[in-house]
T-cell receptor, first 115, second 111 residues
Framework: GAGVSQSPRYKVTKRGQDVALRCDPISGHVSLYWYRQALGQGPEFLTYFNYEAQQDKSGLPNDRFSAERPEGSISTLTIQRTEQRDSAMYRC?????????????FGPGTRLTVL | EDKVVQSPLSLVVHEGDTVTLNCSYEVTNFRSLLWYKQEKKAPTFLFMLTSSGIEKKSGRLSSILDKKELFSILNITATQTGDSAVYLCAAGGGANSKLTFGKGITLSVRP
């Protein structure tokens, strides 16, 4: 497809389980960003990559959260030992340009529910 | 800490009205301000502003940035019901170029 895709679109898991959320950016896009969006709030920055290099992970809430983009294209956000407070919409965005030189295009998000 | 504040938080207007949505920001090493429209799916890009005083237009929507007073406005003229959405403002800056989003403004346009 032409846009950013994310999978799964919905994920329900039990507390304590690990989850992996996938992002397929627009082909050729250099930068890839992960956000978390709570209901009624704007997206909150988690981490971002230029190509395969993770540039900033200061927004990751704690060490249960990690992300990778090994070949500079698809990225995976992993949450270990999920907790109920992790429930949110997780959004991915990509940009043709590095470092805020151009607009970011968002994917449809993964709605994570931790029971 | 970087901060983006949008106002009002919500707005109800009638078709044909003109609306102005406000966004103020405090961001270290500011580089750009972006506006997005979010309906039920992903935010869709509207404008990116980097220079003060230069209006960007797209149809009935326009936006301008004031880097001295640290704010931006998004104007929508002759509103239509299809303009109903949450409008997000985001400011980009800092050493590692992250976007800080506001909470969004919920616009409802009544027929």
């Amino acid at each position: 497809g032409a846009g950013v895709s994310q999978s799964p679109r919905y994920k329900v898991t039990k507390r304590g389980q690990d989850v992996a959320l996938r992002c397929d950016p627009i082909s050729g896009h250099v930068s890839l960003y992960w956000y978390r969006q709570a209901l009624g709030q704007g997206p909150e920055f988690l981490t971002y990559f230029n190509y395969e290099a993770q540039q900033d992970k200061s927004g990751l809430p704690n060490d249960r959260f990690s992300a990778e983009r090994p070949e500079g294209s698809i990225s995976t956000l992993t949450i270990q030992r999920t907790e109920q407070r992790d429930s949110a919409m997780y959004r991915c965005a990509s940009s043709f340009f590095r470092d805020l030189s151009g607009e970011q295009f968002f994917g449809p998000g993964t709605r994570l529910t931790v029971l | 800490e970087d901060k983006v504040v949008q106002s009002p938080l919500s707005l109800v207007v009638h078709e044909g009205d003109t609306v102005t949505l406000n966004c103020s920001y405090e961001v270290t090493n500011f580089r750009s301000l972006l506006w997005y429209k979010q309906e039920k799916k992903a935010p869709t890009f509207l404008f990116m502003l980097t220079s003060s005083g230069i209006e960007k237009k797209s149809g009935r929507l326009s936006s301008i940035l004031d880097k001295k007073e640290l704010f931006s406005i998004l104007n929508i003229t002759a509103t239509q019901t299809g303009d109903s959405a949450v409008y997000l403002c985001a400011a980009g800056g800092g050493a590692n170029s992250k976007l800080t989003f506001g909470k969004g403004i919920t616009l409802s346009v009544r027929p």
